[in-house]
């Protein structure tokens, strides 16, 4: 087992989706893939925290400014 260092969190209030803007640049982007960011049904992004391992990539891809995304560095 092993230490997670980061966790993502996602700010849907960002997220260009929620304002009628289809858009899957983190779900493609993630480099681990569905078991750690799907889009929904409905076109939102889903965060699968068991799957994420914090590498940051989606937040780099994502298109809305700032970041629908945003990585916490955890303590200790």
Same mark, same amino acid.
Request: glycine letters at 10%; proline letters at 8%.
């Given at each position: 087992?092993?230490? #997670? @260092?980061?966790? @993502?969190?996602?700010?849907?209030? #960002? =997220?260009?989706?929620?304002?009628?803007?289809? =858009? #899957?640049? $983190?779900?493609?982007? $993630? %480099?681990?893939?569905?078991?750690? @960011?799907?889009?929904?049904?409905?076109?939102? %992004? *889903?965060?699968?925290?068991? !799957?994420?391992? !914090?590498?940051?990539? =989606? *937040? #780099?891809? =994502?298109?809305?400014? %700032? %970041?629908?995304?945003?990585?916490?560095?955890?303590?200790?």
């Amino acid at each position: 087992a092993g230490y #997670r @260092l980061t966790e @993502l969190e996602f700010l849907p209030e #960002r =997220c260009v989706t929620f304002r009628g803007t289809e =858009c #899957r640049a $983190c779900a493609d982007a $993630c %480099p681990v893939g569905p078991a750690a @960011l799907v889009m929904d049904d409905t076109g939102h %992004p *889903v965060v699968r925290s068991e !799957g994420c391992v !914090g590498c940051g990539v =989606c *937040v #780099r891809a =994502c298109i809305a400014h %700032p %970041p629908a995304f945003t990585l916490h560095y955890a303590e200790g």
